[in-house]
């Protein structure tokens, strides 16, 4: 398809146990950002890729979360030994890399931790 | 730090009539707006943008939006709301098109007959 796909999309997983999350950009955005959205936080930047650069990590919530990008394009964000806070819709987007771009966002993962 | 407020959690208006969804940010410099909506079990779309030039922006589905600099809003604004306007409504600022966005906590529409 042409948009940004996610994968799973839903994943009920129990507390304590790792989950990976999928992301697949629009070919050729060089950009590539995860959100988290949760009841009572709203829309949370988690981290971003821009390209061959280093990974902006500012927005993980703690030392459980990850994140990699393989070839510039697909990202698996990775959540360790997973807790019941972590339970929400995580969002992946993707734009080209100029200023005047826009981001374009996928349908999301909704994760449950029981 | 920057930051979005959007004062208004729930609204609901009669279809047809006008609609006006309030967005107030804080921010060092002149930022980059954007308005998303998100349908349930839906992703976000982007209504409109707004980078420079034009304070008003016009968007997709008869939306448009107003930046003011002096009041630092961005107010969303449809003249005549459709039913299948009903979604959450998100105000997002940031750096550039391409850094990561800082969002307001949403405005939920509702659209009664």
């Known amino acids: 398809g042409a948009g940004v796909s996610q994968s799973p999309s839903n994943k009920v997983t129990e507390k304590g146990k790792d989950v990976e999350l999928r992301c697949d950009p629009i070919?050729?955005?060089?950009?590539l950002y995860w959100y988290r959205q949760s009841l009572g936080q709203g829309l949370e930047f988690l981290i971003y890729?821009?390209?061959?650069?280093?990974?902006?990590k500012s927005g993980l919530p703690s030392d459980r979360f990850s994140a990699e990008r393989t070839g510039g394009s697909v990202s698996t964000l990775t959540i360790q030994r997973t807790q019941q806070e972590d339970s929400a819709v995580y969002l992946c987007?993707?734009?080209?890399?100029?200023?005047?771009?826009?981001?374009?966002f996928g349908p999301g993962t909704r994760l449950l931790v029981l | 730090a920057q930051s979005v407020t959007q004062p208004d959690i729930h609204i609901t208006v009669s279809e047809g009539a006008s609609l006006e969804l309030r967005c107030n940010y804080s921010?060092?410099?002149?930022?980059?707006l954007f308005w998303y909506v998100q349908s349930p079990g839906q992703g976000l779309q982007l209504l409109l943008k707004?980078?420079?030039?034009?304070?008003l922006v016009q968007g997709i589905k008869g939306f448009e939006a107003e930046f003011k600099r002096s009041q630092s809003s961005f107010n969303l604004r449809k003249p005549s709301v459709h039913w299948s306007d009903a979604a959450e409504y998100f105000c997002?600022?940031?750096?550039?098109?391409?850094?990561?966005?800082?969002f307001g906590k949403g405005t939920r529409l509702s659209v009664i007959a």
């Open positions: 707004y980078f420079s030039g034009d304070t």
């Open positions: 890729f821009q390209g061959n650069s280093a990974p902006d």
């Open positions: 070919s050729g955005h060089t950009a």
């Open positions: 987007a993707s734009s080209f890399g100029g200023p005047q771009e826009t981001q374009c």
């Open positions: 997002a600022v940031g750096l550039s098109g391409n850094t990561p966005l800082v």
């Open positions: 921010y060092g410099a002149t930022p980059y």
